[in-house]
């Protein structure tokens, strides 16, 4: 099963290191199948039951500052496949014109009024629900990067792309102040590249080892701790 499936993936992540996280991934199908039907049963209901609530916000975003009231930003997924990530928008409708792709925490003068709380509460990650459900996105899982930093991955940090991204897991709970270390920095891109993607990258490959319904739902309770 492991090699059938790798000889299936783009030519980018067939290599050695891949191989044996494809070996290890081959064990766990129920694992698997479990997580996602998890995934398609609680980002269905979070949907409806956040509809209002969603509504709401977007007519907050929308009266703060101009633009919509979502934000749709390119990253990479399963399989090294670009997807359209869903926010709900935290910054000026001209951000990208402004700065760089990374966020120098919550004092970054393109972030929004409404936007400073809804990254506080992380609540700008919840229309990633609709990413889950429609099957690019997983409740947990690495957080997934923009193609820049994923160009530069090593071989074996190209395992990460064997899994559906995430909306939370360990290595953003982690790295929960990266915003604050990114603010002092000059170069926030050469910081991450060099002191903190290295070590999400690990954590990321170590997720993948330990993958199991039962880390999943430990996950979400420590992302919930980590946001209260």
Partial sequence: MSQKYYKKLPKSMQNEAVYKYCEIIAKKKISLFLKRFFDILV????????????????????LDSKGSPFFIQKRVGKNNIDFGIIKFRTMVSNASELGGTLTSGDNDNRIT?????????????????????????????PRPEVRKFVDIYSEEQMATLLVRPGISCSSS??????????????????????????????????YIKKLSVLNDIKIIFSTIKEVL
Avoid: C, H
């Fill in 43 to 62: 980002s269905f209901l979070a949907i409806l039951v956040l509809i209002i609530p969603f509504i709401i916000i977007s007519i907050w975003i929308s």
């Fill in 113 to 141: 009024k409404a936007g400073k709380f809804l990254r506080k509460y992380r609540i700008d990650e919840l229309p990633q629900l609709i990413n889950v459900l429609i099957g690019q996105m997983s409740i947990i899982g």
């Fill in 173 to 206: 709970i982690a790295f929960a102040n990266e915003g604050e270390i990114l603010a002092k920095s000059s170069n926030p891109d050469d910081v991450y590249i060099t002191d903190i993607l290295p070590d999400k990258a690990k954590m990321n490959l170590d």
